[in-house]
């Protein structure tokens, strides 16, 4: 078990690997990446049963990210967990490159499915959930969606689908940022109340205050094993841009790299963030 300050130590490392490999394809999605990284770096460097010399290993837990445009987020924490060479995060998007816009599993040591169009991934979750329950496995599946992503009525089939199905081995992680590329959750097609919504659907819902506090996560990644007979919803308040000051809940961050100044500001942020954790 690592200890909090490693795992946050861990989660800088990330964020800065986010905002290099996007300045290096001059394109990509900071925003829901940044949000994103410390719940992605805790499952990668503590929940998840995995093997980085063995990806593909039977009975190894499973990880959809179905908000698959945060991958340069999944990439770095799997790129430090071993999959493959950190140096490899410089060619995100880049002609020929492993590591595409959104999360390809046929190219990418790591990735469980391939995904990119709202609101699949967690269908193809629900199906690996059901796989280990019919095959007898015990592996368990964790799916992450953005809250935006929620606005799809796909997501919603999938969640009646894994009720019914009483899928308690499988996890839905909801990064609840409350922003999406045109604006606030609000004002383009509100999903609120989310937790009401779950619980209609039969899942059992766990609160996270700040989804960005690797505290708060690993009780509530440790209460997310106790539920027999139902799926689990992991709701976690977040912070688009989370790390980077001028990045942060601000919606025009969703889908633009930064440019070099921009870059130059993140960069130093994050350094002194990371210099002032050693020092604690």
């Known amino acids: 078990m690592m200890t909090i300050s490693d795992l946050q130590k861990t989660a800088v490392e990330v964020r800065k690997s986010i905002i290099e490999s996007l300045h290096s394809a001059r394109s990509g999605h900071p925003g829901g990446s940044l949000s994103a990284a410390d719940v992605l770096t805790y499952l990668y460097f ?49 002609l020929g490159t492993r590591l595409q816009g959104h999360p390809s599993m046929k190219h990418t040591p790591g990735v469980d499915m391939s995904t990119g169009s709202l609101g699949q991934g967690i269908s193809a979750a629900c199906g690996m959930a059901l796989a280990a329950k019919i095959s007898g496995d015990a592996y368990r599946v964790y799916a992450l969606l953005g809250d935006g992503e929620l606005e799809e009525g796909q997501v919603w089939e999938a969640f009646m689908f894994a009720s019914a199905k009483n899928l308690d081995n499988l996890t839905v992680i909801v990064d609840n940022n409350n922003l999406q590329i045109d604006g606030a959750l609000e004002e383009v097609n509100s999903p609120y109340p989310i937790d009401q919504k779950f619980e209609a659907f039969g899942f059992c819902v766990i609160h996270v205050e700040d989804g960005n506090d690797m505290n708060q996560l690993r009780e509530a990644f440790r209460k997310a094993k106790e539920p027999t007979g139902k799926p689990v919803a992991i709701l976690l308040k977040t912070v688009k841009g989370n790390g980077v000051s001028f990045m942060e809940n601000k919606a025009d961050w969703h889908g633009k790299a930064p440019k070099d100044a921009e870059y130059e500001a993140a960069m130093r942020e994050l350094t002194e963030a990371g210099e002032r954790l050693c020092q604690m």
């Open 46 to 94: 503590e929940e998840l049963n995995i093997d980085p010399k063995e990806p593909d290993k039977p009975d190894r837990d499973r990880f959809v990210l179905s908000k698959g445009h945060a991958a340069p987020a999944l990439y770095a924490v799997l790129a430090y967990r071993g999959f493959f060479p950190v140096e490899e995060l410089a060619t995100l998007r880049h």
